[in-house]
């Protein structure tokens, strides 16, 4: 509701106008349609020059679900769809809220770093996964790794563009110590960097010293790209040295379709229809969707 405001002020100030259709997803949706993301509602999101959605979840659906229905699994199957495989997540610290960050102020006051995630790959969507009995009794629960060199290298790309157009510094963070993926990652990160990027600082960095480093020094960073798990663990620890991960946008981007806005964090039920959460992530998500898929 209050990004509508904002989109009537630009539309306003600008001369434009914004067409917005709505459509259900998560849990909303599951109520509605038997389905946390209905083909009508995707169909609405192909159709469109950008997404902007707001949050999924709820205590109502959690365990009490189908796992394939739960309300993230709609948000997933909308990445797939629309093949979204670039996550850009930025971590920056409000002045004002540099006294609230876990981190002494002189660490995070002006930090401004920018995750770049694959999004479309590795464990979250690796097969075989599942949960399976074994034969002498037990279960064992599956899920597999897997990048393949093309995967790699555009979203290695993306996060090299972006660099260009802020600090001119990537650090790739990945487990190239102990996994087969993360050593493909790093060799193929490396050669790109040599034939198209060589303006571009690169730093390789094993993914548990970077979350060491972010704690430590987080203002050493300008763009950070990894792979989907450890982007997701990376991007929620750097999001709470900003003082609130309630204040943080997200865009989720593919080749040439829709982009994807949402802001970082969850849908607070404990204050839902109080009109007491905070917009700025809903409206950051909005100026990020102006810029990256509107040419605003």
Known sequence: REVRRVMHWVEYAYDVTFNVTEGLI??????????????????????????????????????????????????????????????????????ALADASSLKRDLVAGLDILFVRELAGGVYFGEPRGIENLPGGGRV??????????EIIRIAHVAFDMARKRGGKVHSAEKSNVMESGLLWREEVTKLHAADYADVALDHILADNCAMQLVKNPKQFDVILTDNLFGDLLSDAAAMLTGSLGMLPSASLGNG??????????????IAGQNLANPIAAILSFAMALRYSLDM
């Open 141 to 150: 629960g599956i899920n597999t790794q897997r990048y393949t060199d093309a």
């Open 257 to 270: 379709g829709p982009g994807l806005y949402e802001p970082v964090h969850g849908s607070a039920p404990d």
């Open 26 to 95: 998560g849990g909303c949706a599951y109520e509605a349609d038997g389905m946390p993301l209905s083909d009508g509602t995707l169909a609405l999101a192909r159709a469109s020059d950008a997404i902007l959605m707001g949050a999924v979840g709820g205590p109502q659906w959690d365990g009490k679900v189908d796992y394939t229905k739960r309300p993230e699994a709609g948000l997933l199957r909308l990445r797939k769809e629309l093949d979204l495989f670039a996550n850009l997540r930025p971590a920056m610290c409000f002045d």
